[in-house]
């Protein structure tokens, strides 16, 4: 038991001396707990087969394989389409929401990014 304390204790405090680790990929899996995609840390999209499906740039544009844009995501959490029509937000408490403001959905500990291609753009990963 003194020894889980221990690491408890090792743990707790690399997170507080380095709170701003990066996270290098973020895995996403279906209610099986199967892969069924992952969003590398420079932005690629990849299947659950580690093909590219698709590219997230610097400034929050969402691009498919072909590296057409298919939506952006504004620095506000502000989702919007190709048209760049607003299609829905994410606020800063992880609160996904529809273009109505209604929520659909929470996304905690993951980049806005990240979550905007999961909830927005399935046709990226329905492939």
């Known amino acids: 038991m003194k020894r889980l304390h221990f690491i408890f204790f090792i743990l707790a405090t690399l997170m507080f001396l380095m709170p701003n680790i990066k996270v290098s990929a973020q895995t996403v899996r279906n209610s099986s707990y199967s892969m069924i995609g992952k969003i590398d840390n420079n932005g690629t999209i990849r299947n659950s087969s580690y093909s590219m499906i698709g590219k997230i740039d610097s400034d929050g544009t969402i691009r498919n394989s072909s590296y057409s844009m298919v939506g952006k995501i504004d620095s506000d959490g502000t989702i919007r ?39 927005f753009f399935p046709e990226l990963i329905n492939k």
Do not use: H, L, P, Q
């Open 81 to 119: 389409n190709s048209s760049y029509s607003m299609i829905g937000k994410i606020d800063n408490d992880g609160t996904v929401r529809n273009s109505s403001y209604s929520s659909i959905g929470k996304a905690d500990g993951v980049k806005r990014e990240w979550a905007a291609v999961w909830f």
